[in-house]
């Protein structure tokens, strides 16, 4: 590739970052995320745009003349870019109903920038190799990451009659008999009211309708009044 012309020889390093975007980007289109096909192609050729700019603008035969010495920091720019995407990648990260969506393909978004900085550094190997692996892990480990057991962890928002601690404890012995781990229990009252609020932090790993099942039965026991899943 040495012997094609300069221009030519960079052009070829962006048509790379084209194919290497538009691999990962289709992938992330075809599960409808809001950072598809073109995002991606832009993210990873524009980081490869400005990979090359920093390292060659000041490479480009005749552009100086005489001995003379340049001082530059090819870096520098790509540090930039680094930072640059993780902005972008902060807004396709939404919170809804308690969760968060989008971290994956705000990864993908920074991932795919380095596959770019890596295009745009003249390396063809290695985004070639990067490119294949964030394609594996977006679709096969995808599979297998959902049938890997995991812990939740919810709140249970329970208010009881009463300034006691004897409804508590008849609680805690439901939950351990019911196989659920107890991680933390704070609790407020209300002397004037005689009024008792748990929040119950559990974890475990199990289906919503269970717990539901769970709080149900809690509402049947003695001074309970009110339950609430968080």
């Given at each position: 590739?040495?012997?094609?012309?300069?221009?030519?020889?960079?052009?070829?390093?962006?048509?790379?970052?084209?194919?290497?975007?538009?691999?990962?980007?289709?992938?992330?289109?075809?599960?409808?995320?809001?950072?598809?096909?073109?995002?991606?192609?832009?993210?990873?050729?524009?980081?490869?745009?400005?990979?090359?700019?920093?390292?060659?603008?000041?490479?480009?035969?005749?552009?100086?003349?005489?001995?003379?010495?340049?001082?530059v920091d090819p870096a520098r720019i790509a540090a930039q870019i680094v930072t640059g995407i993780g902005f972008l990648g902060a807004g396709v990260i939404?919170?809804?109903?308690?969760?968060?969506?989008?971290?994956?393909?705000?990864?993908?978004?920074?991932?795919?920038?380095?596959?770019?900085?890596?295009?745009?550094?003249?390396?063809?190997?290695?985004?070639?190799?990067?490119?294949?692996?964030?394609?594996?892990?977006?679709?096969?480990?995808?599979?297998?990451?959902?049938?890997?057991?995991?812990?939740?962890?919810?709140?249970?928002?329970?208010?009881?009659?009463?300034?006691?601690?004897?409804?508590?404890?008849?609680?805690?012995?439901?939950?351990?008999?019911?196989?659920?781990?107890?991680?933390?229990?704070?609790?407020?009252?209300?002397?004037?009211?005689?009024?008792?609020?748990?929040?119950?932090?559990?974890?475990?790993?199990?289906?919503?309708?269970?717990?539901?099942?769970?709080?149900?039965?809690?509402?049947?026991?003695?001074?309970?009044?009110?339950?609430?899943?968080?």
């Amino acid at each position: 590739m040495s012997d094609y012309p300069y221009e030519i020889h960079l052009v070829l390093r962006l048509l790379l970052a084209v194919v290497c975007g538009a691999l990962i980007g289709y992938e992330r289109e075809r599960h409808g995320r809001s950072a598809g096909l073109r995002t991606n192609i832009l993210v990873c050729v524009g980081a490869a745009l400005m990979m090359v700019v920093s390292k060659y603008f000041y490479f480009k035969p005749g552009e100086f003349t005489g001995n003379i010495t340049t001082a530059v920091d090819p870096a520098r720019i790509a540090a930039q870019i680094v930072t640059g995407i993780g902005f972008l990648g902060a807004g396709v990260i939404i919170k809804e109903r308690g969760g968060i969506r989008g971290l994956t393909t705000a990864a993908t978004l920074w991932y795919n920038a380095g596959v770019g900085m890596a295009c745009g550094a003249g390396m063809i190997i290695l985004p070639a190799v990067c490119t294949v692996i964030g394609l594996v892990s977006l679709t096969i480990l995808k599979n297998i990451e959902y049938r890997i057991p995991r812990d939740s962890y919810k709140n249970l928002h329970v208010e009881c009659a009463g300034l006691g601690d004897q409804t508590l404890l008849t609680i805690k012995g439901y939950l351990k008999e019911k196989n659920i781990h107890i991680v933390d229990i704070n609790f407020s009252q209300d002397i004037k009211e005689a009024v008792t609020v748990y929040e119950i932090v559990i974890k475990g790993n199990w289906h919503r309708d269970e717990l539901l099942t769970h709080l149900a039965h809690l509402s049947n026991f003695e001074s309970v009044t009110h339950t609430r899943l968080n």
